[in-house]
């Protein structure tokens, strides 16, 4: 980016400029999850939908414990990029890649013990089980490619380069859907074939990646180990990267409790459940645009040492945000019964659907505060605030989850799930006005 770039003033259009593209990539994420289930719902079962459901929720716990990579990557290089030190910027980018990979390869060497716990701490129906380990089995073979995406995604929103993001994202997701549609509609590979369409997308999605990053290996930054392993900075990103990947894990448990928690209805809860989640997943997605240019901009003015830049940037990102979410809420509630009904054809899972659908509606807006805070911080890099704030809302979202499901039933689960919401929100405002006055130092 350009000294002008790095400088020029923070506003509306160049939130929306920077986020837009985000929401279109991330949009296509969701429809993924809702390809993944709709294809398997075409077999008229409910054990494929919850199997699909409960593998993609295990292993995917296991890439998010990685998860920092995006975040951290993203936080520092902005931060490298506001100050001016184009060398780390390209240093940050090849640590991120070093992790990744030996992170890929140690999820994959690990599969066994770590499935195993996967599925004792997630109980299923025996049909659910043993199909769900036929697609992590599957699945796992993408692990080294989905985690290096994290640190090749946080560099590029960094430098505000978010329409290769796009471009990357819908070649990702755009070669699964249609390797979806024909390894299981085509081909009848089942919750199988829903594996390998994505773990092919994976690899393709990393080395399409890594050209679009190819600048930085054209210089020597890359390749000068004295600067990639300098111990200062090691020990900052380690320590950046510690919490964040402690708040991320947490988050996982989190969400993977809620699933958890709810497999312990019958398979047409747990199936209509993993098809609401995805409203969920739409929304958070979206909302993931803006707090990803919040990353950049913040950050940016973090390193820029400009306090007024930093406000502003927060303040436009949020407004944008909450447009965004209110308009999701009116699409759910005028259009959530059609969407569902696209999603499966089994009459039992969409009547289940129908009822909660409500929570759906009332979710974006009372979740908005969480996810853009989230970018926020991420962007200031005051990563020990989120893993705090992250610990005391698991503890009262934990509470939440053990009582009110025993009260409510599955109402009470998806009302355990806002309330973390809400709690996560809460605590991370308490800290933003220390994040502002950091600024200046």
């Not at 290089?77 to 060398?87: P, T, V, Y």
């Not at 944008?320 to 039992?348: E, K, N, R, Y």
Request: a neutral charge; hydrophobic letters at 55%; glycine letters at 8%.
């Amino acid at each position: 980016m350009s000294a002008a770039g790095q400088a020029k003033e923070i506003t509306h259009r160049r939130v929306f400029l920077t986020a837009f593209p985000i929401v279109l990539s991330n949009a296509t994420v969701p429809i993924l999850g809702a390809v993944d289930t709709g294809v398997v719902g075409q077999l008229g079962e409910a054990a494929p939908i919850g199997a699909v459901g409960i593998g993609a929720t295990i292993i995917t716990f296991f890439y998010w414990a990685f998860g920092f990579l995006r975040m951290g990557t993203a936080g520092m290089a902005a931060q490298a990029i506001g100050a001016r030190d184009h060398d780390e910027v390209t240093a940050l980018l090849v640590r991120g890649l070093l992790i990744a990979a030996a992170a890929g390869i140690g999820i994959f060497a690990l599969q066994i013990p770590l499935f195993w716990l996967g599925f004792q701490v997630s109980p299923a129906s025996q049909d659910v089980e043993n199909l769900a380990r036929d697609y992590m089995s599957v699945r796992v073979w993408g692990a080294p490619a989905a985690i290096g995406a994290y640190a090749i995604t946080g560099w590029l929103v960094a430098a505000e380069r978010t329409r290769e993001v796009l471009i990357l994202q819908l070649w990702i997701n755009g070669l699964n859907i249609v390797l979806d549609i024909w390894f299981v509609l085509g081909l009848g590979w089942g919750v199988e074939g829903v594996a390998l369409a994505t773990i092919i997308a994976e690899w393709s999605g990393l080395t399409l990646g890594l050209w679009m990053c190819r600048a930085a290996f054209t210089g020597t930054a890359w390749k000068d180990r004295t600067l990639i392993l300098m111990p200062d900075r090691l020990k900052k990103m380690a320590v950046v990267n510690t919490d964040i990947m402690i708040r991320s894990v947490l988050l996982l448990i989190g969400f993977s409790s809620f699933t958890m928690r709810g497999a312990a209805f019958d398979d047409v809860t747990l199936a209509a459940n993993q098809i609401l989640i995805q409203f969920l997943f739409i929304t958070a997605h979206a909302m993931d645009g803006f707090a990803f240019a919040s990353e950049a901009l913040i950050g940016n003015a973090m390193g820029a040492k400009d306090r007024k830049r930093l406000r502003r940037a927060a303040i436009i990102a949020s407004q944008w945000s909450f447009l965004t979410v209110c308009l999701l809420a009116v699409i759910f509630w005028l259009f959530g019964q059609t969407i569902i009904d696209v999603m499966t054809t089994s009459p039992d899972v969409r009547l289940a659907a129908y009822t909660f659908l409500i929570w759906m509606v009332i979710a974006p807006p009372l979740g908005m505060p969480s996810w853009i805070l989230d970018g926020i911080f991420i962007g200031a890099t005051r990563t020990r605030d989120m893993r705090n704030a992250m610990i005391v809302s698991l503890a009262l979202y934990l509470v939440a989850l053990a009582t009110l499901p025993e009260v409510f039933g599955n109402h009470g689960l998806w009302a355990a799930l806002i309330l973390f919401f809400i709690f996560r929100g809460a605590t991370l405002a308490r800290k933003y006005p220390a994040l502002e006055a950091a600024a200046e130092r």
